[in-house]
């Protein structure tokens, strides 16, 4: 059973920092490439970035320079760090699988709210 818990988020003015977490299970985490996703209100879900298993990483253009996504296979955790936090990154962020195989589906976590004041 995959399980995705993300924690870390919270109010924050613009130009600030939060980094999230993203503990997995009952996945073999080290072999797949793992992203983050974000759905803002009335929008639909978009992904932010992926890392591979290899630690290769791939950033959308809105938020290149801003946000650093990294992994630990031996704790089975994502992280994303944001920095220079906008407004528009308001938004519920979600963990899960990413690349050519796609999200583990039915198995989204609850995600973590980000909000961002200006």
């Known amino acids: 059973q995959v399980q995705l818990v993300e924690s870390g988020g919270g109010l924050v003015q613009a130009g600030g920092s939060l980094r999230l977490s993203c503990a997995t299970s009952?996945?073999?985490?080290?072999?797949?490439?793992m992203g983050w996703y974000r759905q803002a209100p009335g929008k639909q879900r978009e992904l932010v970035a992926y890392?591979?298993?290899?630690?290769?990483?791939f950033y959308a253009n809105s938020v290149k320079g801003r946000f650093t996504i990294s992994r630990d296979n031996s704790e089975n955790t994502v992280y994303l760090q944001m920095r220079s936090l906008k407004p528009e990154d308001t938004a519920v962020y979600y963990c899960?699988?990413?690349?050519?195989?796609?999200?583990?589906?039915?198995?989204w976590g609850q995600g973590t709210q980000v909000t961002v004041s200006s």
């Open positions: 890392i591979t298993r290899i630690g290769t990483t």
């Open positions: 009952g996945i073999v985490f080290s072999i797949n490439v």
């Open positions: 899960n699988r990413a690349g050519g195989a796609g999200p583990f589906e039915g198995s």
